[in-house]
């Protein structure tokens, strides 16, 4: 595929810089770029990696100043204007089988939408129903009385347990495991006797979720993924917690059950949040924080346990200084000792 740097701005409403005319046959990073790609640069940190970028065009934003030796596409955006760019570079060609394959199993009592695509060895059991232009990869297991909407991706080996409900356009990657039974055990005389999680799992619309992720039913009602929320690999989420609109769960995430997290809340990597809490709208909690209690709305946390960001850091400051505040302890106690011992002569 070719296109002149004019189409291309035009396509994401930016502006060119330089000529619009020159051809543009890929995309690449700034420094493994060469003739013909395009790249980006979103933060002014790494502007000057553009003076010597290889590519032929360069999608900036309009505060990042450039050589002007390399045309440019400025963008309010770039990051967002690279990945519509992106998307039409993209090999289009389909990347699985089409159809429903033959050695599929599927219950005469599912009910299978329009232009629908089953892959090899996938199980769909009785009641399920899935939507139109929704793509099921082989091996997955569609359990009994699940609904998926339209235009949904399961990839390989994502497991669907019964009575789950997916909204549309969801996307879920491999090994993932929706509807689980949530971790719930009384003990009787030394014993865990199980307690039933006859809940559902709920996903709306747009969300995505990444591979090797846990999303637990509900002990009772549901657990809760909010529209256009996207959550990475290896996330635990547990029993009957509540997830808003648009949030973010980064890797190796875990939360306790009935958690809240209210809408565009983000959890950084190895993030863990004891049970019952509540994390306000707009918050972010950054990486490797472990979180007791209820975070309100537009705050910052880090740490363990999770403290207001600036807090976190005069603590951890601190703590970086515990082996001097300890010396300078050690000679204060030998002067009061020495001053005492004179007293006492």
């Given at each position: 595929?070719?296109?002149?740097?004019?189409?291309?701005?035009?396509?994401?409403?930016?502006?060119?810089?330089?000529?619009?005319?020159?051809?543009?046959?890929?995309?690449?990073?700034?420094?493994?770029?060469?003739?013909?790609?395009?790249?980006?640069?979103?933060?002014?940190?790494?502007?000057?990696?553009?003076?010597?970028?290889?590519?032929?065009?360069?999608?900036?934003?309009?505060?990042?100043?450039?050589?002007?030796?390399?045309?440019?596409?400025?963008?309010?955006?770039?990051?967002?204007?690279?990945?519509?760019?992106?998307?039409?570079?993209?090999?289009?060609?389909?990347?699985?089988?089409?159809?429903?394959?033959?050695?599929?199993?599927?219950?005469?009592?599912?009910?299978?939408?329009?232009?629908?695509?089953?892959?090899?060895?996938?199980?769909?059991?009785?009641?399920?129903?899935?939507?139109?232009?929704?793509?099921?990869?082989?091996?997955?297991?569609?359990?009994?009385?699940?609904?998926?909407?339209?235009?949904?991706?399961?990839?390989?080996?994502?497991?669907?347990?019964?009575?789950?409900?997916?909204?549309?356009?969801?996307?879920?990657?491999?090994?993932?495991?929706?509807?689980?039974?949530?971790?719930?055990?009384?003990?009787?005389?030394?014993?865990?006797?199980?307690?039933?999680?006859?809940?559902?799992?709920?996903?709306?619309?747009?969300?995505?979720?990444?591979?090797?992720?846990?999303?637990?039913?509900?002990?009772?009602?549901?657990?809760?993924?909010?529209q256009g929320t996207k959550i990475d690999n290896l996330v635990q989420i547990a029993h009957n917690v509540h997830?808003?609109?648009?949030?973010?769960?980064?890797?190796?995430?875990?939360?306790?059950?009935?958690?809240?997290?209210?809408?565009?809340?983000?959890?950084?990597?190895?993030?863990?949040?004891?049970?019952?809490?509540?994390?306000?709208?707009?918050?972010?909690?950054?990486?490797?924080?472990?979180?007791?209690?209820?975070?309100?709305?537009?705050?910052?946390?880090?740490?363990?346990?999770?403290?207001?960001?600036?807090?976190?850091?005069?603590?951890?400051?601190?703590?970086?200084?515990?082996?001097?505040?300890?010396?300078?302890?050690?000679?204060?106690?030998?002067?009061?000792?020495?001053?005492?011992?004179?007293?006492?002569?």
């Open positions: 595929m070719k296109k002149t740097l004019g189409e291309l701005a035009d396509l994401v409403g930016g502006e060119v810089v330089g000529d619009a005319q020159v051809a543009i046959t890929g995309i690449s990073g700034i420094e493994e770029a060469s003739a013909g790609d395009l790249t980006f640069v979103a933060n002014a940190r790494y502007a000057n990696l553009a003076q010597d970028t290889r590519a032929s065009a360069i999608i900036a934003s309009p505060d990042i100043k450039l050589s002007g030796k390399t045309p440019a596409i400025r963008s309010a955006n770039p990051s967002l204007a690279f990945a519509r760019i992106a998307s039409i570079f993209h090999d289009t060609a389909p990347l699985y089988f089409q159809g429903i394959h033959p050695s599929a199993v599927i219950a005469p009592e599912a009910v299978i939408g329009r232009n629908v695509t089953v892959g090899p060895l996938t199980v769909i059991e009785g009641g399920a129903r899935i939507g139109d232009d929704t793509v099921i990869f082989g091996q997955c297991y569609i359990a009994r009385d699940t609904e998926l909407g339209q235009g949904c991706v399961l990839y390989p080996q994502v497991t669907v347990r019964e009575r789950v409900t997916i909204g549309n356009r969801v996307v879920i990657h491999n090994g993932t495991v929706i509807g689980s039974d949530g971790f719930g055990y009384v003990q009787v005389d030394g014993i865990h006797e199980k307690i039933p999680q006859i809940g559902i799992v709920d996903i709306h619309d747009d969300v995505e979720i990444g591979a090797n992720v846990t999303i637990d039913r509900a002990r009772f009602k549901s657990t809760v993924i909010g997830i808003g609109k648009n949030c973010i769960i980064c890797s190796q995430v875990g939360i306790s059950g009935s958690c809240i997290l209210e809408d565009n809340v983000i959890l950084a990597g190895q993030v863990g949040l004891a049970g019952h809490l509540t994390i306000g709208a707009n918050s972010i909690v950054a990486s490797g924080s472990g979180v007791p209690s209820s975070i309100p709305p537009n705050s910052t946390y880090w740490g363990f346990p999770a403290k207001p960001q600036q807090e976190a850091r005069r603590v951890n400051a601190s703590v970086q200084r515990l082996p001097h505040y300890v010396k300078v302890l050690n000679e204060l106690k030998h002067k009061v000792a020495a001053l005492e011992a004179r007293l006492k002569e």
